[in-house]
T-cell receptor
Framework: KAGVTQTPRYLIKTRGQQVTLSCSPI?????VSWYQQTPGQGLQFLFE???????NKGNFPGRFSGRQFSNSRSEMNVSTLELGDSALYLC???????????FGSGTQLSVL | TQLLEQSPQFLSIQEGENLTVYCNSS?????LQWYRQEPGEGPVLLVT?????EVKKLKRLTFQFGDARKDSSLHITAAQPGDTGLYLC???????????FGTGTRLKVLA
């Protein structure tokens, strides 16, 4: 089976712009979650989706949003980018009934 | 707010040495996981522990879940350069659909 695929791998944006990141989970995995990783804060939970429904959300401002499609692929969007949004954004998928998270390689976002 | 504190934050040791990484919280978790992350990649799951007091071994790595399910440790015997990476613990609470990640331990094993 193919692993979790995240695109793009690298992204450079300027302040005020918006960005959309994509995640394709492992085939058959219906749960997709997103995490932000920075050197100072570590890995922080953004949100989790299952069958197109957001089941939980982390403590991030409303500029961070996401969605999941019927094929379980997920996107996250960040609007009005700030310098502090520079981070590695990781997507993870999970099989129903399992606690194992499988992570993608991430999207490295740099905001200038 | 649930927090997972890991110690030490950084560790640089010689090949062949033993080490222990700790993951502590004041919260109870239904399960706890350990991941290793290498530069430019996402974390890779090493083990999941679910029962208080549980001990699991993965070759030279030994994982333990505290009796109260609030803490865990990772012990590496005879460390090798291939063990170099960022080690992360992550706690899960049933029904919340999210994982709380620890602050991380960056390990470097010198040949």
């Amino acid at each position: 089976k193919a692993g979790v695929t995240q695109t793009p791998r690298y992204l450079i944006k300027t302040r005020g712009q918006q960005v959309t990141l994509s995640c394709s989970p492992i085939s058959g995995h219906r749960s997709v979650s997103w995490y932000q990783q920075t050197p100072g804060q570590g890995l922080q939970f953004l949100f989790e989706y299952f069958s197109e429904t957001q089941r939980n959300k982390g403590n991030f401002p409303g500029r961070f949003s996401g969605r999941q499609f019927s094929n379980s692929r997920s996107e996250m969007n960040v609007s009005t980018l700030e310098l502090g949004d520079s981070a590695l954004y990781l997507c993870a998928s999970k099989e129903t009934g399992s606690e194992k998270l499988f992570f993608g390689s991430g999207t490295q976002l740099s905001v200038l | 707010t649930q927090l997972l504190e890991q110690s030490p934050q950084f560790l640089s040791i010689q090949e062949g040495e033993n080490l222990t990484v700790y993951c502590n919280s004041s919260s109870v978790f239904s399960s706890l996981q350990w991941y290793r992350q290498e530069p430019g990649e996402g974390p890779v799951l090493l083990v999941t522990v679910v029962t208080g007091g549980e001990v699991k071994k993965l070759k030279r790595l030994t994982f333990q879940f505290g009796d109260a399910r609030k803490d865990s440790s990772l012990h590496i015997t005879a460390a090798q350069p291939g063990d170099t990476g960022l080690y992360l613990c992550a706690g899960a609470t049933s029904g919340t659909y999210k994982y709380i990640f620890g602050t991380g331990t960056r390990l470097k094993v010198l040949a």
